[in-house]
């Protein structure tokens, strides 16, 4: 069965109905895409056709965008000069687009056509919003649940099938540019008072019909004499302070780092100045820019096409389904407390424990604040809130406990502590219950010797704030089961975040790799180098944020005791003592960050941020001479991605998905370049053999090239050729 079917009825209406074959959702392939503009040829030639409807055949979706994984693939599919292959390939998706818009009219006079409506009975995203806006009028179902945008700025992509273009001439550069640069989406009704919509319906099929055969007027605005763009072209004094704005804000928020934002600004700035038809090209041909450059192949490949595959188990063990019914939560901390929102939001039972009773109760406050901020938003409801807390029972007593299938621990960061009360609750919980901790840095194999079935023991290590933040770090101890694989990753599913599986090591994968980068940023700061350099160093080249306000974000205190635990445990293999000089420093001072209104910058009453410490150049004078900007990059950059290749060498890492996964959604690592195995795959293995040479020589042995880089520079390899899972398999 194909993915567009086509009928005409006795009113003289054609129905193209869109359903992908195998998909729940449609997403537009190569195939659809021939047989919608078929289809349109088809009812365009026909006289006994008035009008046309698109519809989808899915319930309660219109469509969630174009095949990611085809647009992955366009590059190599565009021949020997890819960039004329793929610039012709969007020039004939335009051209489909704008026969659809066209509808037959005559070109000079604008007469004749016949209209085109669409019928979204809900979620339009990316592409399914693109081919409504092509057409003369938008029909949405009332359905609350829809979501309704252009979300591909996210994935390193932008509109590049006439979105861009046709939505600044619809609402206007200023009114476009959250949609355009942020990828808002917005429900139905939020989206028709937008403009991004025309009409919203009880029944929208209905309501398109009688609009087909009322005979409407259905040129768009901009295919008539003197239409002027709403807001003003580049060149219009109101205009002007439009684009002039959106390029201070898109540089403000991206810091260059984003190509794809870039190009999109480009392409409306440009378009805007030339007619439609000349602005589709503009538009082509910096999509043609984006899809070139392997920033947009990385960035959809570890955002998307990874990232779902890793969601939907492309690592789980083939062992029975593991989905958890109820799960005790052991501390009722800010951890605790968020472990037990999520999983109460996802519909399971819980059991929130604390030694006392009010510590408990505190912890289900949590959850009870967050419900009432969605209900201030108008996210959600009472009655949502009653049955969100009705999930979660807060008590001291581990009798309640007796019936659990899944416990995660988020006691005190003390091995006896979590010994104790491993023991305790295994006294209790079924024979069969999964026993998680999770620790952020405590070796698993470790804890599994307190419990008495370590096959059922394992990492569940979740990131701060847990409601917010997207990655989930599962850590198998030494004898971890795949029983306890399969419920960790089932869980993670249930409560929508992204999994990444490691085997146990000290700090495991992310902190693995946070750490180096945090303790470079220190390092720099000790030798003299401007903490201003440091930072935005680091936000050039696409990190949230930089080292030191990382470090004023996560506590200054927090960073001491790691390091007195890591040295500790390392002896005299510790290689940091460059770096607690200026953390114990700071914790001698009482600067403790952002919780103590004082740490590396200095703080208002609020907690805002008003500058660097003056303190800092007193302890350490300032280099006379500061380093190149790309010398500190290399030095942060390198940090970190040295520490993910060592996982994988030392198979901490099992799958290089994983690794890029978790670091841009565990600790934002430069998004735009797809994580550090896909930064490095684009600077190639032999560049960075011989930077880490350079490195090395400069600042030390923390820099030496892996074997496994070498390797891989001498080999002329890529991590994806070597590694990818095709390859294993």
Not at 111 to 136: N, R, S, Y
Not at 486 to 502: F, G
Request: net charge negative; aromatic share 8%.
């Amino acid at each position: 069965m194909a993915d567009f079917t086509y009928s005409v009825d006795a009113d003289g209406i054609a129905t193209l109905v869109w359903d992908t074959q195998g998909k729940s959702m449609n997403v537009l392939n190569l195939e659809a895409l021939e047989l919608l503009d078929k289809y349109t040829d088809e009812a365009l030639a026909d006289d006994a056709v008035k009008g046309i409807i698109i519809t989808s055949g899915k319930k309660g979706t219109f469509a969630g965008g174009m095949d990611l994984n085809i647009i992955a693939k366009m590059k190599e599919m565009a021949g020997d000069n890819p960039a004329k292959g793929l610039f012709d390939g969007i020039m004939n998706f335009h051209g489909i687009l704008r026969k659809i818009e066209r509808a037959g009219m005559d070109p000079k006079t604008n007469k004749g056509g016949k209209p085109v409506a669409c019928v979204m009975p809900g979620t339009g995203l990316g592409i399914g919003l693109e081919i409504p806006l092509a057409t003369h009028r938008i029909f949405a179902a009332d359905n609350p649940k829809a979501k309704i945008g252009l979300p591909e700025i996210m994935v390193g992509i932008f509109p590049g099938a006439g979105g861009t273009t046709r939505l600044v001439r619809k609402m206007g550069a200023m009114a476009a540019a959250p949609f355009l640069l942020e990828g808002k989406l917005s429900d139905p009704k939020k989206a028709k008072a937008a403009g991004l919509i025309d009409e919203v319906s009880e029944d929208p099929m209905a309501a398109a019909r009688e609009w087909v055969l009322s005979e409407p007027k259905i040129v768009k605005p901009w295919d008539e004499k003197g239409y002027k763009m709403p807001g003003g072209t580049p060149y219009h004094p109101a205009g002007f302070m439009t684009f002039l704005g959106a390029s201070a804000m898109v540089h403000g928020k991206t810091w260059g780092a984003f190509p794809a934002a870039k190009a999109l600004l480009s392409a409306v700035y440009e378009g805007a100045q030339v007619p439609f038809d000349t602005a589709l090209k503009v538009e082509a041909r910096w999509f043609t820019n984006i899809l070139m450059n392997p920033s947009s192949g990385a960035m959809i490949r570890s955002l998307f096409v990874n990232k779902e595959a890793l969601e939907k188990g492309a690592n789980r063990p083939a062992v029975d389904d593991q989905t958890v019914k109820k799960v005790g939560v052991l501390g009722a901390g800010m951890m605790g407390a968020g472990i037990a929102l999520v999983s109460a939001k996802a519909g399971i039972d819980v059991v929130l424990i604390d030694q006392n009773q009010d510590a408990a109760d505190r912890g289900k406050a949590y959850a009870e604040a967050f419900a009432d901020k969605g209900i201030a938003r108008k996210k959600s409801t009472p009655e949502q809130k009653e049955a969100l807390l009705s999930k979660i029972n807060a008590t001291t007593d581990l009798e309640a406990l007796k019936d659990v299938d899944l416990i995660v621990e988020a006691v005190f960061e003390d091995p006896k502590v979590k010994a104790e009360m491993t023991q305790k609750v295994e006294a209790i919980i079924p024979k069969d219950a999964i026993f998680a901790s999770n620790t952020s840095t405590l070796p698993i194999t470790e804890l599994a010797k307190a419990s008495s079935r370590p096959d059922q023991f394992i990492g569940i290590h979740f990131f701060s704030p847990v409601e917010k933040m997207l990655l989930v770090e599962i850590i198998k101890g030494k004898e971890t089961g795949n029983v306890a694989v399969a419920k960790a990753l089932d869980y993670v599913r249930q409560i929508k975040k992204t999994p990444i599986v490691v085997n146990d090591a000290r700090f495991f994968y992310a902190n693995r790799c946070i750490i180096p980068y945090i303790n470079e940023g220190l390092r720099m700061t000790g030798e003299g180098v401007a903490p201003a350099l440091i930072d935005n160093a680091a936000q050039l080249l696409g990190f949230p944020v930089g080292p030191l306000q990382l470090v004023d974000e996560t506590s200054v205190d927090l960073g001491a005791k790691i390091a007195r635990a890591t040295k500790a445990a390392m002896g005299d293999t510790y290689p940091d003592e460059a770096v607690d000089e200026v953390i114990f420093f700071m914790e001698g001072e009482g600067r403790l960050g952002r919780k103590s209104k004082a740490g590396f910058y200095d703080y208002d009453e609020k907690g805002k941020r008003l500058g660097y410490w003056e303190g800092l150049s007193g302890q350490y004078k300032r280099l006379d001479e500061q380093p190149e900007v790309t010398e500190v990059q290399n030095r942060l950059m390198f940090a970190q991605v040295l520490e993910a290749v060592r996982a994988l060498e030392e198979n901490v890492l099992e799958d290089i998905r994983e690794g890029d996964v978790g670091a841009i959604l565990g600790w934002g690592f430069a998004p735009w370049s797809g994580g550090p195995f896909a930064w490095l795959d684009i600077v190639g293995a032999a560049w960075a053999a011989e930077q880490c040479d350079q490195l090395e020589a400069k600042f030390g042995a923390r820099f030496a090239c892996p074997q496994l880089l070498r390797d891989m520079a001498e080999k002329s390899e890529t991590f994806y050729g070597r590694f990818s899972p095709a390859k294993a398999a």
